[in-house]
């Protein structure tokens, strides 16, 4: 009985992981098919012809600057996950170790506004970026969600879990806020810091609605916006469509790849202390 129950686990996590791989095979397989082949009932697993037209279509074409949209994306998620680090970490320590008058009143107003729809805050927030001249530009990407409750609430949970005494101590070796925060807090919350930087990238990467508001011309756009104009209005070339998806994978998935270890970490210690 005892082995019986480790086969049956290992067995559904191997479903699950095929269930999750599946897709991505079969995008990577699509990208080398044929136009033809990509729609043909039924369906053929392998490409019976490989081919990298996909890729010279989707690299080659002037009007689809797919470098440019890729290099854009890179430029604004990181941006905005660097931003996003700098801001909820020091508010964080703030409403975490602190004490002033009316801590918890912002705090509660600062979770409050998780609660409202993020389709609600679009015309307020292309009305700031049109006042501050950075429509069609890079910054209207990074700006407007650099400063978001979701970060400020993780790393303050994350920083009550620390240890007190850990910064009792830098008090009496004569260490101010500023430099308890920087010399001994921030360096043990890699973890927290790294799980916040990949889900601030993640959010920036994928966003597909904000960019259509605030870029216009091809060149200013991110992949998301960017890959639907491949699609055309009576015809989809689904491996074009399929080696685009490919390319905006490959960074998430390497990202992943590289943090999941701090991501696992850090969600695992941010809910322990409230």
Do not use: C, H
Request: aromatic letters at 12%; hydrophobic letters at 55%.
């Amino acid at each position: 009985m005892r082995r019986v129950r480790p086969v049956a686990w290992y067995t559904v996590l191997i479903g699950l992981s095929l269930i999750f791989i599946a897709p991505l095979v079969w995008m990577l397989l699509t990208t080398f098919k044929s136009p033809g082949e990509a729609t043909r009932v039924p369906p053929t697993v392998f490409p019976e012809e490989p081919t990298t037209g996909a890729f010279d279509t989707l690299l080659g074409n002037d009007q689809t600057p797919v470098l440019r949209w890729f290099l854009n994306s890179v430029l604004a998620a990181t941006g905005q996950a660097v931003l996003v680090l700098a801001i909820a970490s020091m508010a964080a320590y703030a409403l975490a170790r602190l004490e002033f008058k009316g801590k918890r009143l912002i705090f509660g107003m600062i979770i409050a506004t998780l609660f409202i729809p993020s389709f609600v805050l679009i015309i307020p927030n292309f009305l700031i970026v049109d006042r501050f001249g950075m429509l069609d530009t890079l910054w209207a990407l990074v700006i407007p969600g650099a400063a978001g409750a979701f970060g400020v609430f993780f790393l303050r949970q994350f920083f009550l879990s620390l240890p007190r005494e850990l910064e009792e101590a830098a008090v009496l070796e004569g260490a101010n806020s500023w430099q308890i925060f920087t010399r001994v807090v921030l360096p043990l919350s890699k973890p927290a810091l790294a799980t916040l930087a990949v889900i601030s990238f993640l959010t920036n990467w994928n966003d597909f609605i904000w960019p259509i508001y605030v870029l216009f011309s091809p060149e200013s756009f991110t992949l998301p916006p960017g890959l639907a104009i491949l699609q055309g209005a009576y015809t989809i070339n689904y491996p074009v469509i399929m080696a685009g998806a490919l390319v905006a994978s490959i960074p998430v998935l390497l990202l992943f790849v590289v943090a999941q270890r701090y991501v696992i970490e850090g969600v695992s210690r941010s809910g322990l202390k409230g």
